[in-house]
């Protein structure tokens, strides 16, 4: 029979009357709550005690000052994330429209860190942002980070600025038709209606040049490539382009979008993203790549041996830094170098490889574990040891057609909240109990058996 774990630091809900709601009352021990909870690359969660031992070994487990509520991968359903906000116990909903809330006294004492892909895959990309845009006015203290959805967007649309280039010249495409609901969105609210709206727009042949690659691009890029990507990774590339070279297209069609009013909205796009008076210009302007706060790594995705080097060598601040150089002026270097692999990484063999050598590099600066999103569960979050490091993995699949998918109903709401006082809470609609994980408990127990 599983544990019961009572916790005083259960979150108190405030307005769930305007959200679709189902979040857990009680506790249960994180390590005992069922199969989905905790896995390893190694055996059964036995390695989540060895993981800490060896952490430990290095530098001694540090909390954050504050509590910190890390809400992963809201996918464009404003609806999903609000109610993860209220799930948090930071923030009361107070009406019916979207964006009716104000911060508690518990949301005002922490930290909200949303860990990347707001956009994409959901009902409404527009509303999404304004409601992360209502957070942040609010007055409270948040992370935004940098999801590999969102970094699409940003180079897609860098591109449109730049001379073409076989490095960076299918930036745009590479979106495929996942950017086309954006697209819509932006016709719809902003150029719908407006006599001047493709005033200035080309013929359609022009518009689809300025958004594709060139035809030349196939034997350019892998020449260009060929001294930081290995043959088989041109050749995935390429191939991926020439699919969306007719699915975009399709995809624009069947939207309602002829290839004038995609590229109009593109170039709206760029102006409301890129440009300093746009309305979501804060968006990528206030990203950043990772956090760390106390022993606890916050990412969109996971890191890789290189990652380590490099802020073993020189420190979080200079991750961040480097990637807003690359993002400004080396898209291609970005993208398809070891940045990138922080926001896309699954630690599968055609991603950059980790190993107990980074992972030893990590502990040595003190972290011990890392809290990221990108890899949607489906009964909450869960514990994952990969080479010697915690991962405490928060995407519980929020959107709603993410989990319709999936088999669920509804929008998800969810939130992995990290403790002062030494506790973990993984909160979420798709499983009954508040998983809850206090590392210094399970080194008692290992003290106590060794003695």
Not at 176 to 199: F, Q, R, S, T
Not at 261 to 282: I, Q, T, V
């Amino acid at each position: 029979m599983p544990k019961k774990l009572h916790s005083k630091y259960l979150p108190r809900y405030h307005g769930e009357k305007w959200i679709r709601s189902g979040l857990p009352r009680k506790g249960r021990a994180w390590l005992e709550s069922n199969g989905k909870s905790v896995t390893t690359d190694e055996s059964d969660h036995v390695s989540v005690a060895r993981a800490l031992q060896d952490a430990t070994r290095h530098a001694p487990w540090e909390w954050p000052k504050y509590p910190i509520y890390f809400l992963a991968d809201p996918h464009a359903d404003a609806e999903a994330f609000v109610a993860s906000l209220v799930a948090s116990g930071g923030v009361k909903k107070t009406g019916k429209r979207p964006n009716d809330f104000r911060l508690t006294s518990a949301g005002k004492q922490g930290r909200f860190i949303i860990g990347g892909d707001c956009l994409d895959k959901g009902p409404d990309n527009l509303a999404l942002l304004r409601s992360v845009r209502a957070l942040m006015d609010t007055g409270a203290r948040v992370t935004l980070l940098a999801g590999n959805h969102d970094l699409r967007l940003l180079l897609g649309l860098r591109a449109l600025d730049l001379k073409r280039d076989p490095r960076t010249e299918h930036f745009f495409l590479r979106m495929g038709p996942k950017v086309v609901p954006l697209l819509k969105e932006v016709w719809k609210h902003y150029l719908k209606g407006d006599p001047k709206a493709l005033a200035y727009i080309p013929d359609e042949q022009r518009c689809r040049r300025r958004l594709y690659p060139s035809k030349r691009w196939f034997k350019e890029f892998p020449r260009v490539a060929q001294w930081m990507l290995a043959d088989e990774a041109v050749e995935r590339e390429t191939k991926k382009i020439r699919h969306k070279f007719d699915l975009f297209d399709k995809r624009c069609a069947e939207a309602g979008l002829s290839m004038r009013m995609a590229y109009a909205s593109a170039l709206k796009c760029r102006d409301l993203f890129l440009r300093p008076r746009g309305e979501f210009g804060w968006f990528f302007d206030s990203m950043e790549l990772a956090r760390r706060d106390g022993s606890f790594l916050f990412i969109h995705a996971g890191f890789d041996d290189r990652i380590a080097a490099m802020v073993s060598e020189n420190g979080f601040g200079y991750l961040n830094g480097l990637y807003r150089h690359q993002v400004h002026n080396d898209l291609f270097e970005f993208y398809y170098g070891p940045v990138a692999n922080t926001v896309r990484t699954k630690y599968r063999k055609v991603d950059m490889p980790l190993s107990h050598h980074g992972v030893k590099k990590m502990h040595r600066l003190g972290v011990h574990a890392v809290v990221h999103g990108h890899r949607n569960l489906v009964g909450g979050q869960r514990i994952m040891v990969r080479h010697g490091m915690l991962h405490i993995e928060s995407d519980i699949t929020m959107d709603r057609n993410s989990r319709r998918a999936e088999g669920l109903d509804g929008y998800g709401a969810g939130v992995t909240i990290i403790r002062p006082e030494g506790e973990v809470l993984g909160i979420s609609t798709d499983f009954p109990h508040a998983k809850i994980f206090r590392p210094g408990d399970l080194q008692k127990r290992k003290g106590k058996r060794a003695a």
